[in-house]
């Protein structure tokens, strides 16, 4: 069965502070790993997504992640963050399996940014 | 088209009342999904639906009845629940096999049982 690990269960910065997220999974078939984010009171949206290619991914809002197949790890980072970046961020691996594709996702990363 | 779509948006719900829930998709995907999200949690997977048949219940309490009528719909009827039940409800649908490029979530339902 497949998990996924976030350790940093909340993370404070200031403004234009670097981010970086950790993720760690857990799945023996082929990997294909998302970062959500979450807004306060607001629905999942996909922020990046890694299938198979260039380990380096990048996504929308100047977000990028890095799939190390060695660390078995997808850490989100971004390089100057915002107060509107203020949310949940949740990492997700996806199974495939004979006719769905079952996502699990990790416990999720508050981020607060202090203006 | 490559959205989800539910409605409501929001459902207020008395504990003896019967409401349903509705997801709807066009993007011909095969498999679909209905998930729970208590705040400040990640969502947790309730059912799983592909080519309409149901191929996941994870111990789903029976008070939550899921119908998948044709390819493009997904149902979710409440009855007789409680407050804890309180919480976002997200439908998601994908390709049911290969690579999950379309893998799409929708806005949710967010249902508060008084």
């Known amino acids: 069965a497949q998990s996924v690990s976030q350790h940093n269960h909340h993370v404070i910065l200031s403004e234009a502070a670097s981010l970086e997220l950790g993720c760690n999974y857990s799945?023996?078939?082929?990997?294909?790993l998302f970062w959500y984010v979450q807004y306060p009171g607001q629905h999942l949206q996909l922020l990046l997504k890694?299938?198979?290619?260039?380990?380096l991914v990048k996504g929308i809002k100047g977000f990028e992640a890095e799939f190390i197949k060695s660390k078995f790890s997808f850490n989100l980072r971004k390089p100057s963050v915002q107060w509107s970046d203020t949310a949940e961020y949740f990492c997700a691996v996806i199974a495939i399996s004979g006719g769905y594709q079952k996502v699990t996702f990790g416990t999720g990363t508050k981020l607060q940014v202090i203006p | 088209d490559t959205e989800v779509t539910q409605t409501p948006k929001h459902l207020v719900m008395g504990m003896t009342n019967k409401k349903s829930l509705k997801c709807e998709q066009h993007m011909g995907h095969r498999a679909m999904y209905w998930y729970k999200q208590k705040a400040k949690k990640p969502p947790e997977l309730m059912f799983v639906y592909s080519y309409e048949k149901l191929s996941i219940n994870e111990s789903v309490p029976s008070r939550f009845s899921p119908e998948c009528p044709n390819s493009s719909l997904l149902n979710l009827h409440l009855h007789a629940l409680q407050p804890e039940d309180s919480a976002l409800y997200l439908c998601?649908?994908?390709?049911?096999?290969?690579?999950?490029?379309?893998?799409?979530f929708g806005s949710g339902t967010r249902l508060t049982v008084v």
């Open positions: 998601a649908s994908s390709q049911a096999n290969g690579v999950p490029y379309g893998y799409t």
């Open positions: 890694y299938f198979s290619g260039d380990p």
């Open positions: 799945y023996g078939g082929t990997v294909n």
